[in-house]
Structures are given as structure tokens and as C-alpha cells.
């Protein structure tokens, strides 16, 4: 199993630009998530889903989109790129109810 | 408001030390509480995770603790070593898939 994949691992952009942040899983988990983390700061959560079709906001998911078509995918999508969201970004999935928490390797964004 | 604290911000302690790090969380409804590693510039590492159910889990050198009823949970580092130097992070999970993660404690073991 290859667990939780993110691309890209770096990304420079302009401000206004949009762009998807991707994430998989193949281990069929239900549960996927973003987070942002900012220096010094824990992660927060920008958007989550229970399973295809079905997503929610989470604390932070201002200038964020997402969509869950599939099972395996969750991308995140940036509609007009801001300085304020250069950050690194991570991708989580877990099976329904009380599973153990997988995350990727992170995206880390810059946004000029 | 679901809330996770994480006390203190920084540790800095001498190698050998035992040492405990705190988390407490708002809301009690959790499903599972993680513990998690982070080494500067990198991802996460899973350490440890309590079910709601269970009062404590260990690992090697690490033991988590979890008591719902006052909305806490520590984890215990027996024999510091300078290795064990990074971000330590809990995060409570709760119905719906929400994860909410504490700020992080900064470990620091010197030689």
C-alpha cells in the first residue's frame, strides 16, 4: 500500500492564481481530510468528508473548495490564491468511527 | 467550541529525565485520541492512539493516558533521550470525522 499521497510536494504561486492540491488513499478509508499548519501553530482543519459525495467545513475553509467523488480522492482546490494561505498542507484519511488517523507527507505552498 | 490545549508550549530537559506532556480537551464526546510526532520541516508521525473506551496505551519508552471525565490525556516519555527532541502533538477525534489538534509541545533533550 502506498497509504496517503499528496501532490505536488512544493508549489510557488502568484496571487489570484488557482490550483488543486491532490490526495489519494488506497486503503479504502472512508474518513479524508485537509489541514493547514502555519509555523509555530498546530494543524487546523480546513475541509473534511465521511465518504464519497458527502463533505463539511471545518474551522478554517475560507478561499478552499473540495469535492469527494470517489473514495480514494480528495483534492483541495484554491480559487484565488492569497499570501495568507502560504502554508503547509497535509491530506488525512481514516476508516469510519474510531480509526487511526494517516496522513501524507504534506504540500508545502507559497503563494507570492 | 471543540478545543484541544496542549501545556506546556516548550520543554527543555536533560537526557535521562522522565518528563510528562498534557493535553486537554473541550468537548468529552471523543471517539479516539492521538498522539502524534513531528521532526522540524516534516510530516507526522503516529505514536500512540486511545480509544475512548481505554484508559491508557504504551509503546517502548511512551505511555498515553486518557480520562474522558475531565477532558485530559498525558503523555509519558520514561529515559529522555536527545532523538526524542521535536513537536509532540495530541488531536481528539469525534463523530462526524472532525480531528482538532492542540498547538504542540516542543521537546527539547540535551545531552
Known amino acids: 500500500n502506498a497509504g496517503v499521497t499528496q501532490t505536488p510536494k512544493f508549489q510557488v504561486l502568484k496571487t489570484g492564481q488557482s490550483m488543486t492540491l491532490q490526495c489519494a488513499q488506497d486503503?479504502?478509508?472512508?474518513?479524508m481530510s485537509w489541514y493547514r499548519q502555519d509555523p509555530g501553530m498546530g494543524l487546523r482543519l480546513i475541509h473534511y468528508?465521511?465518504?464519497?459525495?458527502?463533505?463539511d467545513q471545518g474551522e478554517v475553509p475560507n478561499g478552499y473548495n473540495v469535492s469527494r467523488s470517489t473514495t480514494e480522492d480528495f483534492p483541495l482546490r484554491l480559487l484565488s490564491a492569497a499570501p495568507s494561505q502560504t502554508s503547509v498542507y497535509f491530506c488525512?484519511?481514516?476508516?469510519?468511527?474510531?480509526?487511526?488517523?494517516?496522513f501524507g507527507p504534506g504540500t508545502r505552498l507559497t503563494v507570492t | 467550541k471543540q478545543e484541544v490545549t496542549q501545556i506546556p508550549a516548550a520543554l527543555s530537559v536533560p537526557e535521562g529525565e522522565n518528563l510528562v506532556l498534557n493535553c486537554s480537551f473541550t468537548?468529552?464526546?471523543?471517539?479516539?485520541l492521538q498522539w502524534f510526532r513531528q521532526d522540524p520541516g516534516k510530516g507526522l508521525t503516529s505514536l500512540l492512539l486511545?480509544?475512548?473506551?481505554?484508559r491508557e496505551q504504551t509503546s517502548g519508552r511512551l505511555n498515553a493516558s486518557l480520562d474522558k471525565s475531565s477532558g485530559r490525556s498525558t503523555l509519558y516519555i520514561a529515559a529522555s533521550q536527545p532523538g526524542d527532541s521535536a513537536t509532540y502533538l495530541c488531536?481528539?477525534?469525534?463523530?462526524?470525522?472532525?480531528?482538532?489538534f492542540g498547538q504542540g509541545t516542543e521537546l527539547s533533550v540535551k545531552p
Open positions: 488525512a484519511s481514516s476508516q469510519a468511527g474510531r480509526g487511526e488517523q494517516y
Open positions: 486503503m479504502n478509508h472512508e474518513y
Open positions: 468528508s465521511v465518504g464519497a459525495g458527502i463533505t
Open positions: 468537548d468529552s464526546a471523543i471517539y479516539n
Open positions: 486511545i480509544q475512548s473506551s481505554q
Open positions: 488531536a481528539s477525534f469525534y463523530q462526524g470525522g472532525k480531528l482538532i
